[in-house]
């Protein structure tokens, strides 16, 4: 069979009819499944049967969009989990064990960085924090108990990127799995197991359903992987609802769509605040002036709707012009069709000591903006109002 693009597998991909014959996939909002026999209960929990026997196991509507999620990033199979968290934990607490080493990139989402340092450290397991971009530092940190580079590409909010393909003969040079969170462009603008990465965790919560309403996660790789993932999550519960697979299996449909709007809007913001007074700095990695800038050209096929700014005056000014505007949504949540505007260093990073702020680039002045699908010339007039 010919691989299907993009936009017809967001669409097509995962759908399986009932007897009802509806056209919108059908939510299996049940707990357990019954069966015909004696029987076949015995084998289906044998596994001589295939089928669903439990939510917490398998069910229908989130295996739809596991189907449709696993072809778009382009792997072998995928498991849904109840949130962008659960998917981070559930792919370590399974592929490690006490002892081993975990190379990280400092740059990461904040409770990503907590988890790491607070739970996951609990285990025996350490953990060393890297410059996400520098190829030497990953190399460096190498043990012989190193068993997962976990990252983010581009990091948020300031848009540092890695060269995925360089990252991965190093890891598979030493038997080491490559997972990166490709939570802030998705597959419509990144694919990391093309890459050769081999683990895709997926905060769903955020453009996947791009439309504010649930929290949702996912990890993709090989289907051994897979299987050992979904084994824990069976095991522990973190399962996705059915409820909450339909709405991020819908968003997937319009997903390379609100993708292109989305970098669409936000290339117009970044130049545009490049253009005023009493801003020190803005990151899009979508500028040429930003350092990332080439390698993203090569490795995405777009720039996503984080776009970050530094403005002149520190914490007073940022929150003066955080204060002033009336579109944005004052929300730390980003990856929604409603524009969003974020302190960083009070909040999102707020947990961060001065040090790591610091070498994160994360200053008072500095503002993310995740720019949604409203008309960009009103987002303008929204910023210019506290400038
Ligand atoms: C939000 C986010 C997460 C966590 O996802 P939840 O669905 O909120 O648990 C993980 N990684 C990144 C990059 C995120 O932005």
Redesign the pocket.
């Known amino acids: 069979m010919t691989t299907l693009n993009f936009n017809t597998q967001a669409i097509r991909e995962g759908y399986r009819m009932t007897t009802e014959q509806e056209h919108s996939e059908a939510i299996f909002m049940t707990s357990s499944f019954v069966f015909e026999s004696a029987e076949q209960a015995a084998n289906r929990f044998s596994k001589e049967e295939p089928g669903n026997i439990y939510a917490r196991f398998t069910n229908p509507t989130v295996e739809a969009f596991e189907k449709k999620l696993a072809a778009l990033e382009g792997a072998q199979d995928c498991v849904a989990t109840s ?4 998917a ?1 934990f559930a792919t370590i607490m399974t592929l490690l064990k006490s002892g081993d080493h975990i190379v990280a990139s400092r740059s990461m ?1 904040g ?2 960085i907590v988890l790491l340092n607070d739970i996951i450290s609990r285990f025996n397991i350490d953990i060393s924090f890297v410059d996400l971009s520098d190829l030497q530092a990953w190399q460096n940190a190498i043990t012989q108990d190193t068993k997962l580079f976990l990252l ?1 590409t581009p990091s ?1 909010p300031l848009g540092h990127v890695v060269d995925i393909e360089a990252l991965s003969k190093i890891s598979k040079n030493h038997g080491i799995l490559l997972a990166v ?1 490709n ?2 462009l998705t597959p419509a603008l990144q694919n990391p197991i093309a890459l050769g990465a081999d683990i895709v965790i997926h ?1 769903a ?2 453009y996947i359903d791009g439309q504010g309403r649930c ?1 949702a ?1 996912a990890v993709l790789g090989t289907t051994d992987i897979i299987e050992q993932v979904h084994g824990f999550v069976r095991t522990t519960g973190p399962s996705l609802s059915a409820f909450n697979a339909w709405i991020v299996l819908k968003g997937l449909d319009t997903l390379s769509l609100r993708m292109e709007a989305h970098s669409k809007n936000a290339m117009k913001m970044a130049l545009w605040l490049e253009q005023q007074n009493n801003i020190e700095k803005v990151y899009y990695l979508g500028l040429e002036s930003h350092p990332h800038h080439q390698l993203a050209k090569i490795q995405q096929s777009g720039f996503g709707g984080i776009v970050s700014f530094e403005v002149k005056g520190g914490l007073k000014s940022a929150f003066k012009l955080i204060n002033a505007t009336e579109i944005f949504s004052i929300t730390a949540n ?1 990856g929604d069709t409603k524009s969003t505007i974020t302190h960083p260093a009070s909040t999102t990073h707020g947990r961060l000591t001065d040090d790591e702020k610091s070498y994160a680039n994360i200053s008072e002045g500095l503002i993310r903006l995740s720019i949604g699908l409203e008309n960009i010339d009103d987002l303008m007039a929204d910023i210019s109002k506290g400038l």
């Open positions: 949130s962008g968290m659960a981070i989402f409770t990503t983010e948020n969170d939570c802030l905060s919560t955020k929290l996660g980003l």
